[in-house]
């Protein structure tokens, strides 16, 4: 019996001995907070799009201001997001004009994902700024690229120092691709048709010409699955509607 | 499991003694001995059904059925699923992949709002899953059929599921082209030639062809006559603080290796004849270098078409394909800047930038311009004691240790072979044969990102230097490198998509001699080889009439007033403009059609269909401009002139295939009729700029060149 017991404690001991072996993540342990704010908001970095599973291109940075509206520099500042979703910092202090800055990589399934920067006020009652960012498919990442190409001289109102946008010398203002108030209610035929045959076929403004014979079918449709992934407000998803029972 | 083991062990070590008690059961009683013994048969044969009856895949199978009970298309769901074990085998490929035994929904395109795993339903791509295979592009064990062992993203696994952010890795190994969907993929390829990686590294794609460097290293053999041993110390002390684009990566040099070093580049250089640099100068036109002259100069010429400047908020204006010139004035030496620009290439033959025909006040103008462009804080606290013959001797060694002839030539020092780590397949090295920092995730894409974001925390001793890199260009790179594996290289050959071919084209005589003198090659491609920046020249001789390329020859000014980027004016004489429109007009043309075929002008009737076609049933002024007072489109070149710029056959072929004639260009193809494309060739024929005013309104610029 004696002997079934050392064995026993053996066991025990070897059991701890692995146990304690095991490799653990280290936490990182925010600085204590020197001040508290009353408000969080978005400086940068808020709604972008990206490839799935990919950093963001600009970090997010949020700011801490108090009840005034100035801006609180050591306030702690904490990001959360879903599965997936990793901030580097996830969380910390502000600097020394209030605000805090973390690069966000998304999840590896395409999709909206929300997050969200919160802070704390001496009560601890926590302020939460809401957060999104698009993460795109392949297919959908492809349209990005075709767009970029083809569409966005027209198509998006912002220039950049590669491309003026030709948005207000058009007659007729085209739709932004994110303008999902306008472009939801338009089935993904109808879409596709207006990009391969272009507005005069269609009745609507010639200046929109047709890409039929410049893009590929499979272009096309990733054009359309782009424009219905960035809408704004978000096109309903795919799949089977059901009958509410 | 640990837990498992340890009780399993203990219970063995307990029963010992109960094991004698066998035995001795045995020899007394055998028919009940046998009895118990088959119980214990029974029972270890009961655990293999048991094992089958609680596996994991059962459990998600079970699971998927629960899920789409509810579904309308619950019958049709059911009926696709296929029960027990899947597989999907490609014997070329040496893939088994298992996956879709768990993963039932891969192509259930009704289950698109499914988001919990394994049940997600596969986002599009252009290949078929059961053609492909799963491992093959995400990796992982394809043969196993329980979770840990099928991803094994927890331990170091040899191949553990290639994280969704380098995924783009797995097209790179079939497709050795550039794809439109892989971004990242080609960007990391873009940049390891770019970045001087393919330089130190052995890099062999799966084709067989060897990587090369695609950046310009300046050649060292004649460093003194171009600057100082104190700005070269500045220099590879920190590169980037000279200029933050620098593409030179910082090695870490102590003050005294860095003396070395640069006592050893002093007393290397030889001195060669530079043009200008010997005769004596007119002290006038050396003397008083004028400002805004200069800085006028320097815009007529299109030096911002390759070179940077910070302006005064901080941000770089200008290309990137030569180095930033914020403070060149602190490099160079002033008349070693008059001689680079009389002629770049007596100093550096390898140089990409051009040879201007600059005149000496020119050149006086802006060597005094370029020379003002200082920042003496940028060697004021450098000062450096005369060489010894020993430190110039371990500047030497380091100068071989650290393989700075890897970019630069350096006399007297052969570029190293094998210098760094061959990468051909380091997208496959096995994790066992990696040394990973503390702290680190025991993954092959974290090693990669770490070694090239941090060289040097892996060890303070380590070669590779530290490049300023970006965490896009580490990703993008670490991507590429994935991209590298056995896979790639022992595939069959016909599992490939070959890459672009690179182009060896070399114009021949006196023009080809010009063209390579003028460096045509680092903006324009010509059949297949230089740069991207300017229209591909390729069948320049059919789209441009004679009498306007020698006039844009000459001043190349005119086309486009509102880019940034434009050609620059080279001064050419007369008979070089005759010898290179000769050339280009002989030996740049499209055999596809005849230059020649069409008329000039055409019936006024002809040209206002044309007209009316041109801005109501194609609407090309919402691009392109004709009437600057009333046209705006701003995204195709400006057509005011075109009548006297291109030729009517170009026109006509080019509206009814321009992708054909310029592969990539967004104008789209409209399919239009032979009566519509020649209507408009017509009216186009007839803007020839004579009799409108052709002031542009615009004031918009942009960088982006659009095929005419």
New interface residues.
Partial sequence: MNR?LR??VF??L??AV??ACTHKP?VSVAAAPTAFGAAITEVSGGKQIA?????L?QPVVVQVNDAQGTAVSGAYVEFRGPVGVAFDPAAGLTDSSGQFTS?V?L?????RYHFTAATRDKGGKIYELKLEAIAL???Q??GR??SQ??CA??HDPE?T????S?M????TKPHAFSDGETLNRISDADLVSMISH?G?ALNK???M??????LSK?DIQSLV?YIRAIADPPYP????V?AKN | MVLGLAVAGWLLMAMRPKLGLVTRLWSSDSARAFGVMSVVLLLLLAIAPAKNHFSEWRHYQNQYRGLIRSRADAVSLQRRLQPGIQQIWMPEYGVVDRCTTCHVALMEASLADVSTQPFRVHPPIPHKLTEFGCSTCHRGQGAATTVEEAHSSTKAWEQPLVPAKYIESSCGQCHLNNLAGTPQLNYGRKLLAREGCVRCHLVRQPDGTQMTGTDAPPTLQHITQKTTREWIYAWIKNPQAYSPTATMPNFGLSDDDARDVTAFLMAQSTSIALPGLSDAKPAAAKSSPDPTAGASLYGESFCASCHAVQNAAGTLVGGDLGPELTKIGTKAKPEWLGSWLRNPGAYDPETRMPHYRFSEPQIATLEGFLAAKADPDFVANVHLPDATAQQIAHGKALVNEYGCASCHAINGIRRPDNFAPELSRVGSRPLAQLVFAAGMRHTLPDYLGAKIRNPRSFGPSLKMPQFGLTAQQVDALTTALLALTDRAQSQPPALRIAAQPESHYDPAGPAGQLIRDLRCFSCHQINGRGGDMAPDLTWEGSSAQPKWLADFLKNPNTLRPALTRRMPKFNLSESEIKALSDYIMTAYQDPAFERDSMPASYAPALVEQGRQLFYSKYACQSCHIVDSAKDKGYVGPTLSQVGSRLTPAWIFQYLKNPQELRPGTIEPNQHLSDDDARALTAYLMSLTGKQLKTHSATTAHTQQEVGR
């Fill in positions: 079934d064995q026993l066991s025990v070897l059991l692995t146990g280290p490839p799935s599973g990919a950093l291109d690069k990589s999840g590896g399934a395409a999709g498919d392949y297919q990442g492809l690229q075709l190409q083809y001289r027209c220039s120092p590669e491309r003026v030709n207000d010398n058009l007659a272009g005069a403004s010639a200046e010409p047709p890409y039929g014979y410049t499979g699955a998803q795919k799949g089977l059901y």
